[in-house]
Each structure stands twice: as structure tokens, then as C-alpha cells.
């Protein structure tokens, strides 16, 4: 080989090598990303599933709240209540008077709020009505959830649902 074409060859191996490390370094970027959001997404799930099974078993004419504030009596007559508080979802328990975290702090929930659907109350008929309207509580739960310390708003999930009771009022 000459010169040249030992430098030509050398030229082209590093144009390939470049080209092959652009696309590894996308790659990794990308999966990175992914993870990072499948593990957000878990998260937010996990936080859903605890509202969820909890507002099913509520009494849905005690649903009260609006924002970021959403309250109401479970099964056992405890007074519940979740709220945003700094970027962390909290459940207070009445009595006794516990407050804990539902979400994990490798989160930060950005916005969210509770749209209240009570039986009843909300098509103008008195609560003392009796309770054979067809009509559950219902709750609908939108959030933005974004991985801790990030800034990036691709990074941030937009998540809404919808939580069902399936108790009107406790038996008397």
C-alpha cells in the first residue's frame, strides 16, 4: 500500500467510526429516555391504583373537592383526603390524623386536579333524595408528572382517569 492509500483508507475508517458512534450515542439517549419514562409512568400508576381502589370502595356522597383538594368517607367512615402538596401527592386520614405520601419522591407531580362528580348534587336534586338515581361518583383525576430535577418538558407525562364508586351511602 501507499501512503495515500493507507491515508485514504484511515480517512474513511474514521468517517465510518463517527458515523457508528453518532448512532450508538442516539441509541443510548433514546433508551435512556425510555426507561426513564416507563419508570415515571410505573409510578404515577402506582398512585393511581392506591386513589382507585380507594375511591371504588368510598361513599360517593361524601365526594367533596375541587383542584388540588379531594376528599371524601371510605368504608370504614374515615375521613380521606388527597392533596398536591410541594410536588408530592399526600393521603390525610381522619381519625386518627395521618398524613403520608402516596407518590415516590424520584417524582414531581407539576399539576394536579380532581374533578368532583357527586350523585345527585350535581343535577340540582337534594342529597335526601332517594338513592335509586342510576347515578355513581365519580372522580376524574388529571396530572402531570415529570422525573425529579429534570426541567425538560418531553420528559413530563400528561396523565387523566376516571374513578368510580361503587357505594352511594353507608347502610343505616
Known amino acids: 500500500f501507499t501512503f495515500i492509500e493507507t491515508l485514504v483508507s484511515v480517512t474513511m475508517f474514521l468517517i465510518l467510526l463517527g458515523a457508528v458512534a453518532g448512532i450508538f450515542t442516539t441509541f443510548t439517549r433514546q433508551q435512556r429516555s425510555g426507561l426513564t419514562r416507563a419508570t415515571l409512568l410505573g409510578e404515577a400508576q402506582n398512585a393511581v391504583e392506591v386513589l382507585d381502589r380507594e375511591v371504588r370502595t368510598g361513599f360517593s356522597n361524601t365526594f367533596s373537592g375541587s383542584g388540588s383538594n379531594f376528599g371524601f368517607k371510605n368504608q370504614n367512615g374515615v375521613l380521606i383526603s388527597?392533596?398536591?402538596?410541594?410536588?408530592?401527592?399526600?393521603?390525610?386520614?381522619?381519625?386518627?390524623?395521618?398524613?403520608?405520601?402516596?407518590?415516590?419522591?424520584?417524582?414531581?407531580?407539576?399539576?394536579?386536579?380532581?374533578?368532583?362528580?357527586?350523585?345527585?348534587?350535581?343535577?340540582?336534586?337534594?342529597?335526601?333524595?332517594?338513592?335509586?338515581?342510576?347515578?355513581?361518583?365519580?372522580?376524574?383525576?388529571?396530572?402531570?408528572v415529570c422525573p425529579k430535577d429534570i426541567d425538560d418538558d418531553r420528559q413530563c407525562l400528561q396523565l387523566q382517569t376516571t374513578l368510580t364508586s361503587r357505594q352511594y351511602a353507608p347502610a343505616f
Open 82 to 144: 388527597y392533596q398536591l402538596s410541594g410536588t408530592r401527592i399526600m393521603r390525610r386520614a381522619i381519625p386518627p390524623d395521618v398524613t403520608l405520601p402516596i407518590t415516590s419522591s424520584a417524582m414531581d407531580i407539576r399539576s394536579l386536579e380532581f374533578a368532583v362528580r357527586t350523585p345527585g348534587v350535581d343535577r340540582g336534586i337534594a342529597p335526601q333524595v332517594p338513592l335509586l338515581t342510576g347515578e355513581q361518583g365519580r372522580v376524574t383525576v388529571r396530572m402531570r
